[in-house]
């Protein structure tokens, strides 16, 4: 048998006490970068003359108090879904509701209206209607996505067909465009 030429060394050969000192040392690691992290960013914004504006964040309507144009007699109406985005490019947000009227037995007909507030006013107002309840649909998903209302509803194919069992599900698409919302078929959606 021949020689290795070098001789063995000793720190070549894995003990358990080289296991143990290399899982402290990462342990120990671990640690102490838990707890030295780096302070906040602190990135001066640019102010004076030629500089952009600060933008305005402005909260969107809120449905507390408005007067919705939906007739419920002597119930409520009920505000059921919410959804808030800049409709009309004017960087103030607008709020879009679905509402029907609080009916003790039942699937009471949505109304879906887009809300907005005047810097000055105490209170939103409805400023379109979207889904007008007469239409006897009920909405079962609302978005607002890059200045777009989306909605998905029930509704029923026919004047013949019963409340219980719409059969027609839709989805539509709304967007400002020439001072009024257009409605549309957003992509991909199919009626059933």
Excluded: N
């Amino acid at each position: 048998m021949q020689q290795p030429a070098v001789p063995e060394l000793a720190h070549t050969h894995t003990r358990p006490i080289h296991w143990v000192a290399t899982a402290t040392a990462v342990a120990g690691v671990v640690a102490l970068s838990s707890v030295l992290q780096p302070g906040p960013a602190t990135a001066a914004q640019a102010s004076g003359p030629g500089a952009p504006p600060a933008p305005v964040t402005v909260a969107a309507p809120a449905t507390t108090g408005v007067d919705f144009p939906i007739e419920c007699g002597p119930v409520e109406a009920l505000v059921m879904r919410t959804a808030s985005g800049d409709l009309d490019g004017d960087s103030r947000p607008e709020t879009v509701v679905v509402v029907h009227c609080d009916a003790p037995m039942g699937t009471p007909p949505d109304g879906v209206y887009v809300l907005t507030q005047a810097a000055d006013a105490k209170t939103a107002r409805v400023v379109a209607t979207l889904v007008d309840p007469k239409e006897r649909r009920t909405v079962t998903a609302l978005s607002v996505d890059d200045g777009a209302v989306l909605a998905d509803y029930l509704g029923y194919s026919s004047a013949g067909v019963p409340s219980c069992c719409p059969d027609v599900k839709e989805s539509a698409k709304w967007q400002w465009k020439d001072d009024a919302f257009i409605r549309s078929t957003p992509a991909g959606a199919h009626s059933v």
